[in-house]
Structure formats: C-alpha cells, structure tokens
T-cell receptor, first 114, second 114 residues
Framework: AQSVAQPEDQVNVAEGNPLTVKCTYS??????LFWYVQYPNRGLQFLLK??????LVKGSYGFEAEFNKSQTSFHLKKPSALVSDSALYFC????????????FGTGTRLTIIP | DGGITQSPKYLFRKEGQNVTLSCEQN?????MYWYRQDPGQGLRLIYY???????QKGDIAEGYSVSREKKESFPLTVTSAQKNPTAFYLC?????????????FGPGTRLTVL
C-alpha cells in the first residue's frame, strides 16, 4: 500500500529565513506528488505538483518543491518566509498506475515568527 | 466564479439523527470526493465518484452514504451508524483523468454531535 509521511508535526521559522517542510513517499511505479495548504477552517488550496520532468517544481506564492527519487522525498521550500505563510501544509501522492487513490500525509503546521 | 460550495458551514447533530452535507461544483469536473479531517490524522477518504450514478467506497465508508444523480452534486449523508461523526468534512473535485490532476476543495462543513 502506498503511503506519504510528513515527519514534522510543527515547523517554526523566523520571518525572512528560508523554510523547508519535509515529505517522503512510498508508491508503486512513478509517483505523482502534490502540496496543498490549508488556512484555519478552510478547504485545502493546491500549491504545486510533480508529474514528470524537471525535479524542481515551482508553484504558487513563491513556493517550490524538489523531487528526489533516490531519497523518495518531495520537500516544500521557500527562500524567504512570510508571516502569511503560517498555515497547515499537506503533502499527497499517488501512483502513475492510477490504481490507487490519492494518499495524504498527516500535515505539518508551519508557523512563521515575526 | 467557478468553484465548489459546501453547506452548511456548521452543522449540529443529535445522537441517532441522520444528516446530509451538501457539495456542489460548477467546474464541470467528472470526479468528486468526500474526505474527513481529524486533528493529527490528515485527510481520510470516505467516498468518491468518477461519473454520474457511480461511486466507490473509500477507506472509512462505514456509517456514511452518498449519491451522484447529477454531475454537479455529490451529497454525503452521515447516518446514525457512524459512531464518532464529529469532524471537519471536505468535498473535492478533479477533472479527468483523475490521476495527476490536482483536486479542488470546498470550504468544508464542521459537524458536531451534541
């Protein structure tokens, strides 16, 4: 069975510093990987996805993610954090076989400290 | 504006009652999903539908039921058989093919059992 892990429940970063939110995956075949953000009492918003091609994917709000096949990771990054980046972040993945449903990680709460 | 709407935003249920959560989309998406979100557990799939008049159970379907009579609508009924229904419920949709396309989420319904 496929799985997505977010090893950190909480990440704190000072405003203006670079941020990283970690994600590792285990899927059969080649993975399709996604990052979503959730603000309090709201639905999830899509940030970016990796399907194939360039390992560095750029998305909304200045976020990017690096796909690393050897480490089975898809970490979310931003060069300079904003207070408004504070939210709950979810990594999700599925196989290119299309035979399993999208699996979500348990989420990482990112807090940017002014 | 295209998007997904969910109603009501807050819902209170008494023990033994069935309640129905509404989900409507005007994105012309084929696939629709219902997720349950509990703190620290990420999103868990309840039911999904890839086409009108067809739907499949997700990972935690027990105590829930759905229908898909129209492409735009995918209501979820939380029955009295669901022992612990207090949670945040999210509806999502995606265009075909289901895999590798990002899901669009509604704003959610928070259900509380009194």
């Amino acid at each position: 069975a496929q799985s997505v892990a977010q090893p950190e429940d909480q990440v704190n970063v000072a405003e203006g510093n670079p941020l990283t939110v970690k994600c590792t995956y285990s899927v059969s075949g080649n993975p399709y990987l996604f990052w979503y953000v959730q603000y309090p009492n709201r639905g999830l918003q899509f940030l970016l996805k990796y399907i194939t091609g360039d390992n560095l994917v750029k998305g909304s709000y200045g976020f990017e993610a690096e796909f690393n096949k050897s480490q089975t990771s898809f970490h979310l990054k931003k060069p300079s954090a904003l207070v408004s980046d504070s939210a709950l972040y979810f990594c999700a993945g599925e196989s290119n076989f299309g035979n399993e449903k999208l699996t979500f990680g348990t989420g990482t709460r990112l807090t940017i400290i002014p | 504006d295209g998007g997904i709407t969910q109603s009501p935003k807050y819902l209170f249920r008494k023990e033994g009652q069935n309640v129905t959560l509404s989900c409507e989309q005007n994105l012309n998406h084929d696939a629709m999903y219902w997720y349950r979100q509990d703190p620290g557990q990420g999103l868990r799939l309840i039911y999904y539908s890839q086409i009108v008049n067809d739907f499949q159970k997700g990972d935690i379907a027990e105590g829930y039921s759905v229908s898909r009579e129209k492409k735009e609508s995918f209501p979820l009924t939380v029955t009295s058989a669901q022992k612990n229904p207090t949670a945040f419920y999210l509806c999502a949709s995606t265009r075909a093919p289901r895999y590798h396309n990002e899901q669009f989420f509604g704003p959610g319904t928070r259900l509380t059992v009194l």
